[in-house]
């Protein structure tokens, strides 16, 4: 409510009564006078002066109504949550699979479209990965200003759209403009809907649940597209201030993240945000470069899992496809693995009475994805380089697959900890970087099978998954410190 003032008071707002001197200091007319007067309110020491303004404006900032609003996404059920966990999970397994299910198909198709140009075939794979680098950097990011659920909602019928055209009218054009936009369409926001539900010691099981994925993925992309609601908080609140100044009339309602300063309403700096976080958050670019070196050599496999298969051990198209079985048992049990270690690292925490869960508490199993890697390369090489039995090369893409499933958990999983509320940007950051090494390198796998061979091809890729070990130990040291530097907290959190 507004102070009541004397009439001369309400003339000259400018004078101040000071009582340590018992007098009035007359502020009104020289810039002189203002410095005398600033000296004098200085020496009495006058505070508890609070400005109209300021009193406004907490009248009618939008909050949560208390630490146990229901509206807020943390008090949400845990059946809800699981629910939108296990619909988003559902939708990464689908997109995944969209880019991968054609590996396989990939010399039927050139053959029925009359083509034999390997660089086509492997753009026909590839392509869509320039699109999911192009939709995560633009459209991830819009999600910290529009909200989760109309990015998801809009996506997801475009996506399901250029699916359909290209089932409707198969040409190589229609595949890769379609695929294109598939990828555009793909964005992973999954990861910002844990950060937004999620207290932190829930967040690492969730994060695993999310990259299992249901089998019924067509289906659940229906429901999804109905079904999920939004969580990110900004935008549950400035909803709520909106409804607020409708029902009063009164403007000067905003939300509380809008008077903090931490979520900026203009549309530039949304989109900026990723690009900012490659020049200033260095643990987010190292850990971007795991994730886009396991990447990489996942993409690169897939592409050449067919021809090394059919060339080596002389299996048909539908042979080839056991290939991918390695693949298949490596990730579950690198899910079941994550599980262990986490209950592992909850009773560790336990024991020693600290119950904060730190994103560097994720960064471990970087280094046994390094290991996972690099041996899992060396096994499939040599097992092909010496035609040994085709069950030791798929034995070895086993391995591989458990340490890129780690690398991908263990990057995710350290993003959402460390940067909550722009976790969106943190993991667009992390895409866009993994999928221009996901198109670029697996382009190289013919000339490299060509000039070095499957033996010492794989060995090089080995040595560079080995890397993961020396620096993961640098980031579990000294992760924190690079984290507390970052301008990309939640101050909130």
């Not at 390997?118 to 680098?133: F, H, T």
């Not at 990447?295 to 002389?314: A, D, G, H, I, L």
């Not at 995710?412 to 866009?432: C, K, R």
Request: with cysteine; aromatic share 10%; glycine share 6%.
């Amino acid at each position: 409510m507004a102070n009541e003032h004397s009439p001369d008071t309400h003339e000259r707002p400018w004078t101040t009564s000071v009582s340590n001197h018992e007098a009035t200091t007359d502020l009104d007319a020289s810039s002189h006078d203002c410095e005398k007067a600033a000296k004098v309110l200085e020496a009495a020491n006058v505070t508890g002066f609070t400005s109209e303004e300021e009193e406004e404006a907490e009248e009618y900032t939008v909050d949560w109504d208390g630490p146990t609003d229901p509206a807020n996404p943390r008090n949400w059920s845990p059946r809800k949550k699981w629910a939108i966990v296990i619909k988003n999970s559902a939708l990464t397994l689908c997109q995944a699979m969209s880019i991968t299910m054609v590996a396989p198909v990939i010399p039927e198709a050139m053959a029925d479209f009359g083509s034999d140009n390997a660089v086509i075939a492997q753009l026909l794979v590839s392509i869509q990965v320039v699109g999911v680098a192009a939709g995560s950097l633009v459209l991830s990011p819009l999600s910290e200003r529009y909200g989760r659920s109309p990015l998801m909602h809009a996506t997801n019928l475009a996506f399901m759209i250029a699916a359909i055209v290209c089932a409707l009218r198969p040409s190589i054009p229609v595949l890769i403009v379609g695929r294109l936009v598939m990828g555009i369409c793909t964005i992973s926001l999954g990861g910002a809907y844990i950060a937004d539900m999620m207290d932190p010691e829930d967040r690492g099981m969730a994060l695993n649940v999310w990259n299992v994925g249901p089998v019924l993925a067509a289906f659940w992309l229906l429901i999804c597209l109905v079904l999920l609601p939004e969580t990110y908080a900004p935008r549950l609140l400035e909803i709520k201030a909106k409804r607020l100044r409708k029902t009063t009339g009164v403007e000067s309602y905003q939300s509380s993240y809008n008077k903090s300063g931490q979520l900026r309403t203009s549309l530039l700096p949304s989109l900026a945000r990723p690009w900012k976080m490659l020049i200033r958050c260095p643990a987010a670019v190292i850990l971007s470069l795991f994730g886009a070196i396991a990447y990489s050599y996942m993409y690169f496999m897939f592409s050449t899992f067919t021809s090394v298969f059919q060339s080596t051990y002389k299996f048909n198209s539908g042979e080839a496809g056991l290939a991918y079985l390695g693949f298949g048992i490596g990730s579950l049990t690198s899910q079941v693995a994550i599980h262990i270690f986490g209950k592992w690292q909850e009773t560790q925490r336990t024991k020693t009475g600290s119950t904060a869960v730190q994103p560097e508490h994720h960064l471990p199993l970087l280094q046994y994805a390094g290991v996972l890697m690099a041996g899992g390369h060396l096994c499939y090489g040599w097992s092909l380089e010496y035609h040994q039995h085709w069950t030791l090369p798929i034995a070895g893409t086993s391995l591989s697959a458990c340490g890129i499933v780690l690398v991908f958990q263990a990057v995710q999983a350290y993003l959402v900890e460390a940067y909550t509320l722009y976790a969106a940007s943190a993991i667009a950051l992390s895409i866009g970087v993994r999928c221009v090494c996901g198109l670029t390198i697996p382009l190289a796998a013919p000339r490299l099978y060509q000039e070095l061979g499957y033996g010492w091809g794989n060995t090089l890729l080995a040595a560079f998954a080995a890397l993961m070990l020396p620096v993961a130990l640098l980031l579990v040291k000294h992760g924190a410190k690079l984290r507390e530097r970052s301008q990309f907290r939640d101050s909130r959190e």
